[in-house]
């Protein structure tokens, strides 16, 4: 267990540098966004941008299924995130909307997929961090509890046989006693 405890807190460490470089990205990558949602909401207005929304999800047709793989005892999923666009024409004219509504909609498609991505990176540490703590319960468990409950109970029998091989040697010496006394 000890040295299932040591893999896992190598795992931890590589994962979490891992993990602080795909936040770091996908934060970068929201802010982005929601940059480019607030210029497009200052030039054309946030009803209009609901509206074109609303006509957009028409289009686009995700497609999201789950699957888990077991490794080193640890379930892990994995995401896997595609959208369709039925129609190759967007659901707004070039002429009434801003320039920004393209951008848009590119970064929320590479947002989207990042944070799967990440989602799943964030479960897997989770559920690492997880392990870790179990085994690190079960190890404690034996060197705090299950160890000195055992030493105890070593003691104990071994004081009884101490015991018991005092009374064989008493008895035989009373027994010798009485042999030499009888001749």
């Known amino acids: 267990m000890e040295f299932r405890r040591e893999q ?58 789950v699957q888990t793989n077991k490794k080193m005892g640890i379930v892990i999923t994995q995401i896997d995130y595609e959208l369709f666009q039925e129609e190759k024409l967007p659901a707004y004219t ?21 944070f799967i991505k990440f989602s799943e990176f964030e479960d897997l540490l989770l559920k690492v961090a997880l392990s870790f703590k179990k085994i690190n319960r079960r190890i404690n468990g034996l060197k705090n509890v299950i160890t000195p409950r055992l030493e105890s109970q070593i003691k104990q029998i ?21 042999i030499i006394k009888q001749e």
């Open 8 to 65: 896992l807190i190598i795992q931890i460490r590589k994962l979490w540098k891992d993990y602080k470089i795909q936040r770091r990205e996908l934060l970068k990558i929201y802010k982005e966004t929601l940059g480019i949602l607030i210029q497009t909401y200052e030039e054309m207005g946030k009803n209009e941008v609901n509206l074109i929304s609303k006509l957009s999800k028409i289009q686009y047709k995700p497609r999201i299924s």
């Open 94 to 114: 070039f002429e009434n909307t801003s320039h920004y509504l393209d951008d848009l909609l590119v970064n929320l498609k590479i947002f989207f997929s990042k």
């Open 158 to 178: 071994k004081d009884i046989l101490e015991e018991i091989e005092r009374e064989n040697y008493v008895r035989l010496k009373k027994t010798k006693d009485l």
